[in-house]
Nanobody
Framework: QVRLVESGGGLVQPGGSLRLSCSAS????????IGWFRQVPGKKREGVSC????????YYADSVKGRFTMSRDNAYNTAWLQMNNLKPEDTAVYYC?????????????????WGPGTQVTVSS
């Protein structure tokens, strides 16, 4: 059974940084893309970033480009999201997820496995 667990969330001041981790078990992460999403209560889940496993292509939402960096280490079945220059609008629950294959899908519905999420709060 696939299990994803996020960690690293917390409270940070605007302009600060956090590094989220996603630990995967029950699958060989090298065979799958992996993505980060975020959601604010009452709003639609938003795709933040994704790395394919086929060619290492990395995608970012426009709202985080230049501030967030996603990476992965297949040897450790782990992915990370380095978040710098955080803004209050980055406040959300952050989820990692894997799709059914090696490429990054365009829609959240094509991600089959999800972690429980970790809260990120950006506030002074």
């Amino acid at each position: 059974q696939v299990r994803l667990v996020e960690s690293g969330g917390g409270l940070v001041q605007p302009g600060g940084s956090l590094r989220l981790s996603c630990s995967a078990s029950g699958l060989t992460l090298a065979n799958y893309a992996i993505g980060w999403f975020r959601q604010v209560p009452g709003k639609k889940r938003e795709g933040v970033s994704c790395i394919s496993s086929s060619d290492g292509s990395t995608y970012y939402a426009d709202s985080v480009k230049g501030r967030f960096t996603m990476s992965r280490d297949n040897a450790y079945n782990t992915a990370w999201l380095q978040m710098n220059n955080l803004k209050p609008e980055d406040t959300a629950v952050y989820y990692c997820a894997t799709p059914y294959g090696a490429n990054c899908p365009n829609q959240a519905i094509d991600f089959g496995s999800w972690g429980p999420g970790t809260q990120v709060t950006v506030s002074s």
